[in-house]
């Protein structure tokens, strides 16, 4: 099993496993990247596996520099493991590197940042947008499983999460990764984020300080917990994420 490096969400999903597919989902600014990046951090200073951090949203350099302040005196040795893809042509380019990182690198934890962002490598219409998400979706899960690797992704919500009101209804939904690649179905774990500072709510019914909360909610996992949520708290300062 992978660990997480968090215990709680490693109790309640039954943790990552080899040949699994990992979606993380959220709106803008709710931390997506910076989730990653920490799980990133967690699985590389635990020691027990080789990842390897690809991104095309967030420059490689942008991330090397949350990671420096995440690891403070720690060196990690983690920022060369920071992948820049965004010169990978299409997403055909991309699996391929997957391919040598796994032969070459001998690398089992592939964290892939921004996967709404992969149609942009290709001269797509509108209308096929949705179907090549899931198509490249679809792909990604079968390669996690031929190469035994773990693979997680992190991708932006559907736009039906704007129709819903109230700080309840902004939290990700399972549904919310409708025409986005399917995850719900390919995905063995969905994880959604929610910051209730983004929404204005700075304080929640009992008086207590919201900024820098963040809730991870299991929307799909192996012990079909569903919706559960745990609250973490961000540190903005070195962009630490903790239970």
Do not use: W
């Not at 902004?170 to 063995?188: H, R, Y």
């Not at 984020?193 to 909360?213: C, S, T, W």
């Amino acid at each position: 099993m992978l660990q997480s490096g968090y215990r709680l969400l490693d109790r309640q999903t039954g943790g990552f496993h080899k040949g699994e597919l990992v979606s993380i989902i959220g709106r803008p600014l709710m931390g997506r990247t910076i989730f990653a990046l920490n799980l990133f951090r967690n699985i590389v200073l635990d020691g027990e596996n080789n990842a390897v951090f690809l991104t095309s949203e967030c420059p490689a350099c942008k991330a090397a520099e949350f990671l420096d302040r995440m690891n403070g005196n720690e060196q990690p040795g983690t920022a060369d493991r920071i992948v820049d893809i965004s010169a990978c042509k299409n997403v055909d380019a991309l699996l391929e590197l997957i391919r040598h990182l796994r032969a070459e690198k001998k690398v089992d934890v592939v964290i892939l940042d921004s996967f709404h962002y992969l149609t942009l490598f290709d001269d797509l219409s509108t209308s096929f947008l949705y179907e090549r998400l899931a198509d490249t979706s679809r792909r990604i899960k079968q390669l996690a499983k031929e190469l035994g690797i773990t693979i997680i992704m992190t991708s932006r919500t559907n736009y039906m999460v704007d129709e819903r009101i109230g700080a309840r209804g902004k939290m990700p939904q399972l549904s919310d990764t409708d025409k986005m690649g399917d995850l719900a179905c390919f995905s063995d774990v969905v994880l959604g984020l929610y910051r209730p500072e983004v929404d204005g709510m700075l304080v929640d019914a009992m008086g207590y300080d919201m900024r820098h909360v963040l809730y991870v909610l299991i929307l799909k996992s192996r012990m079909a917990v569903a919706e559960h949520a745990i609250k973490f708290s961000m540190s903005p300062g070195n962009c630490r994420i903790t239970e």
